[in-house]
């Protein structure tokens, strides 16, 4: 797998039982506190493994760093908090590579591997297949406004909990059933990746707003003006692809173009197994799990109908 359907990560087959996985991803720090700023990287950059259906394995630092402007310290805290994560997930810190930088940067190049047919690609959905959304979305705007002063220390300590919980335990759980097709919610939030299933699969996405879990104060932040310099693009990313069945506030269509990072994991699964997935899910502790949609033929209206 390569470019042709945005998938998360590109896959070789090495033989008949192997293929490995290869994906990387850098991000500027979210906040002020080093060791975070590593294990939210490192998780952001291994989730592509896991919306794979694969086992990262090696890990590579890369890192930008003003090293005339912060001292060395700094640095070794990013690295043991990607440390961390990279421990946690199974993997191994195998080196990397730093460049002197004016802004701090860092993320890893993730090495995965997985049986070559049991690989989850975005294009696969089928018609009648229910939408499960692992975590809330939400974290693009409650850091900006954490930024600004605007939401609240349990507001933020929470999302900042969720966006560094890796999607380990969500994908094993997903390992046992018949998953159609996989993404992980990022940049584009999750009406970009949604797009891109939809469009992968020619089919459409139906996404119920009342379904969403969504991060606490996120919708609050937005009603009170805060947003994203990425919510623009995002939107005209979608809108015309988009058909709205009920009157959404604009909190409401800006939730569904608020960037993630380390987001969950949105899979497609037949309905007969949405009941016996979300329950295992919620069984290993991914207790904001939830079906947001299903999977229907694509028509006229566009590739996200929006209820």
């Not at 952001?44 to 930008?64: E, F, H, K, Q, W």
């Not at 946690?88 to 810190?93: D, T």
């Not at 850091?143 to 349990?154: C, D, E, I, P, T």
């Not at 009342?210 to 994203?228: F, Q, R």
């Given at each position: 797998m390569g470019f042709d359907t945005s998938d998360d990560a590109a896959v070789y087959r090495l033989n008949e039982d192997?293929?490995?996985i290869t994906t990387a991803d850098f991000i500027t720090p979210p906040l002020d506190d080093p060791f975070l700023f590593g294990q939210i990287a490192a998780a952001?950059?291994?989730?592509?493994?896991?919306?794979?259906?694969?086992?990262?394995?090696?890990?590579?630092?890369?890192?930008?760093f003003p090293s005339k402007k912060l001292p060395a310290e700094i640095l070794h805290e990013i690295i043991s908090g990607a440390l961390s994560k990279i421990t946690?997930?199974?993997?191994?810190?195998a080196g990397g590579h730093t460049?002197?930088?004016?802004?701090?940067?860092?993320?890893?190049?993730?090495?995965?591997?997985?049986?070559?047919?049991?690989?989850?690609?975005n294009s696969e959905s089928k018609p009648g297949d229910s939408l499960i959304l692992t975590k809330p979305i939400g974290s693009g705007v409650i850091?900006?406004?954490?930024?600004?002063?605007?939401?609240?220390?349990?507001a933020f300590d929470e999302c900042v909990n969720i966006i560094t919980t890796l999607n380990k335990a969500a994908a094993e759980v997903m390992s046992g059933f018949?998953?159609?097709?996989?993404?992980?919610?990022?940049?584009?939030?999750?009406?970009?990746?949604?797009f891109e299933m939809a469009k992968g699969s020619g089919l459409a996405l139906h996404i119920c707003v009342?379904?969403?879990?969504?991060?606490?104060?996120?919708?609050?932040?937005?009603?009170?003006?805060?947003?994203?310099g990425v919510n623009k693009f995002n939107r005209e990313l979608v809108e015309p692809y988009m058909k709205f069945e009920k009157q959404l506030t604009p909190a409401q269509r800006e939730i569904l173009v608020d960037p993630q990072t380390s987001g969950g994991l949105l899979v497609a699964v037949s309905e007969a197994d949405e009941g016996k997935l979300l329950a295992a899910l919620r069984?290993?502790?991914?207790?904001?799990?939830?079906?947001?949609?299903?999977?229907?033929?694509?028509?006229?209206?566009?590739?996200?109908?929006?209820s």
């Open positions: 192997t293929a490995i952001n950059s291994i989730s592509d493994v896991y919306a794979m259906g694969g086992r990262p394995i090696t890990c590579l630092n890369l890192a930008s946690e997930s199974g993997a191994i810190l460049i002197d930088d004016e802004e701090p940067k860092f993320g890893l190049s993730v090495t995965g591997i997985a049986h070559p047919d049991k690989i989850w690609k850091f900006n406004a954490n930024l600004k002063k605007r939401v609240s220390q349990q018949d998953i159609h097709a996989a993404t992980d919610i990022t940049g584009f939030g999750l009406a970009g990746h949604a009342d379904k969403l879990p969504i991060m606490s104060e996120a919708i609050e932040m937005y009603e009170k003006g805060v947003t994203t069984d290993a502790g991914v207790k904001d799990a939830n079906i947001i949609g299903s999977v229907q033929p694509l028509d006229k209206d566009g590739y996200l109908i929006i």
